[in-house]
């Protein structure tokens, strides 16, 4: 068994669950979506970039960019639930609540795609 392969799958995966598991509920309800799970959602997502930095394959090129995309779009969603909690005047609503959720729904895309290629790239190895 490869450590490297069973931490690189580990971390891919918990970043779409994370993902996953703020993204569910109601769109535009604060109270089921907790900001905590955003904030771990972006700490493993960069972890998993940081992993696929050493891939030099095609399928890695797609898995950086897969992750990539997904770690700048919880970026984003991190950053207008900041600036729409402690700086515009109406605070958190609705609206901006759906914005956070679509963006990290964005992201939740982009990291299945990466599971659908880990699974393609587990089936078609072939020991050696």
Not at 39 to 52: E, F, G, M, R
Not at 89 to 118: D, E, K, R
Request: proline share 2%.
């Amino acid at each position: 068994m490869n450590l490297e392969k069973v931490v690189f799958g580990f971390f891919v995966l918990l970043a779409a669950t994370l993902n996953f598991g703020y993204v569910l509920g109601d769109i535009d309800n604060p109270k089921l979506h907790n900001v905590y799970e955003l904030y771990a959602a972006v700490v493993v997502n960069i972890i998993a970039t940081i992993l696929k930095f050493g891939d030099r394959t095609q399928i890695g090129a797609v898995h950086l960019a897969t992750s990539l995309v997904a770690s700048i779009q919880l970026i984003v969603a991190a950053l207008v639930w900041i600036w729409a909690r402690h700086v515009d005047p109406g605070g958190l609503t609705g609206q901006h609540m759906s914005s956070v959720v679509s963006i990290a729904a964005g992201a939740l895309l982009a990291n299945i795609v990466s599971i659908v290629l880990l699974v393609i790239e587990t089936v078609s190895y072939r020991r050696r």
